[in-house]
């Protein structure tokens, strides 16, 4: 029977409810394998900076030795004193010309940088979508050259309308040989470097640590998490994911993301 050392999950819709909570099961599922010695990384698209009170709830804010994943991969950062361990930002060039192709479009633009958030052509519904999140942000004034000395970890567009991310996800990947485009959350169409995903960013994370993939336990519900559902030992997936992740899970959980997460833990390490 394999031990596994690493569990990482999805945050918004695999381990948080709609409104961006937290259900008591998972805090307590995740604070038993953690107790056993068993690292629970986040594994989110969003900033390391939006998933805090998270930490807090999960008993794991400024902890030394425990990790969160940040923007699809772009990043992960060690909880105390949010050092980065691996860093994979976006080429400038490659970043400005995906943001000119986006503003082709009826979207709004998020450019997150390593330490925050910028919207350009913010909208209302997306506002809205970010208060649930906790998410902070500052609307983009000027253009894009204000980002020419920063760290650019990825860009991302926003329109509940599907045909519309599916229009910008075809000029992006018409535009680009090589880069890597997700949607997510069933609003946003997200566009990191190439070779840059969820899945990279734990194996990186697990190399440093001694893990392997197998000894890995990745949860996830929507397509930017088939990057790291692909490459690890226990691909899971939880009740709501969508049918392209529930393809590749080797274990699909009874329930959604009100308590899956419980779930798979209570499963696959706590049931000895």
């Known amino acids: 029977m394999t031990v596994y050392k690493i569990i990482t999950s999805d945050l918004d819709e695999t381990l948080l409810r709609q409104d961006g909570s937290i259900s008591p099961a ?10 056993r010695g068993v690292k629970f990384v986040p594994n989110t698209g969003r900033s390391f900076l939006s998933v805090q009170d998270l930490l807090k709830q999960l008993h ?19 909880n105390q ?43 209302t519904d997306d506002q809205a979508y970010l208060a649930t999140r906790g998410v902070q942000f500052t609307e983009m004034v000027g253009d894009f050259t204000q980002f020419k000395d920063q760290q650019i970890m990825k860009v991302i567009c926003m329109n509940p309308d599907l045909k519309v991310r599916q229009a910008v996800y075809q000029a992006v990947t018409q535009a680009f040989t090589q ?24 194996l990186a994370l697990g190399r440093k640590l001694g893990v392997t993939a197998a000894e890995i336990i990745a949860i996830g519900d929507n397509a930017n998490d088939l990057g790291m559902l692909t490459k690890v030992g226990m691909p899971v997936s939880v009740a709501n994911g969508i049918p392209e992740v529930q393809r590749v899970a080797k274990l699909v959980t009874p329930h959604d993301y009100e308590r899956g997460v419980a779930d798979a833990i209570e499963q696959l390490v706590l049931s000895d």
């Open 26 to 35: 998972n805090v307590e599922a995740i604070k038993r394998a953690t107790q």
């Open 81 to 123: 004193g949010n050092q980065v361990v691996v860093s994979n930002a976006m080429p400038y060039d490659e970043a400005a010309q995906v943001f000119a192709i986006m503003r082709q479009f009826d979207v709004d633009i998020h450019v997150y940088t390593l330490n925050h958030l910028y919207i350009d052509r913010l909208r």
């Open 179 to 202: 880069v890597n485009c997700t949607y997510s959350s069933g609003i946003y169409m997200e566009v990191n470097h190439a070779g840059v995903d969820k899945g990279n960013a734990i």
């Open 60 to 78: 794991l804010y400024q902890q030394p030795n425990q990790y969160v994943v940040s923007y699809n991969g772009g990043v992960v950062v060690e």
